[in-house]
Nanobody, 118 residues
Framework: QVQLVESGGGLVQAGGSLRLSCVLS????????MGWYRQVTGKQRELVAN???????NYADSVKGRFTISRDNGKNAVYLQMNSLKPEDTAVYYC????????????WGQGTQVTVSS
């Protein structure tokens, strides 16, 4: 079992910043990719950013230049620094982890609400 615990969401004004954190525990030896997704009610969950253990990162076009993903492998943690936030960034943000070796990419945190006011 893999457990993911998120923190750092909240309410911020447009143009502000927030930092999300996610700590993994449990059977994490095969975890290779960690990242963040977000979901708005009534819409599909979408990738925000993810990072492989070697440091390669992917970003959604909508957040490039504003969000930065980082990992601390020693702490089994992944972070999302969100700057220049926009109202359209409002969503529930979910931490995600995956095991390419087993094909499992369905480890999820409980979600944290990010609300950006205009």
């Amino acid at each position: 079992q893999v457990q993911l615990v998120e923190s750092g969401g909240g309410l911020v004004q447009a143009g502000g910043s927030l930092r999300l954190s996610c700590v993994l525990s449990g059977s994490i030896s095969r975890i290779n990719v960690m990242g963040w997704y977000r979901q708005v009610t009534g819409k599909q969950r979408e990738l925000v950013a993810n990072m492989y253990s070697g440091g390669f990162a992917n970003y959604a076009d909508s957040v490039k230049g504003r969000f930065t993903i980082s990992r601390d492998n020693g702490k089994n943690a992944v972070y999302l620094q969100m700057n220049s936030l926009k109202p359209e960034d409002t969503a529930v943000y979910y931490c995600n982890a995956g095991e390419p070796m087993t094909g499992r990419f369905d480890y999820w945190g409980q979600g944290t609400q990010v609300t950006v006011s205009s």
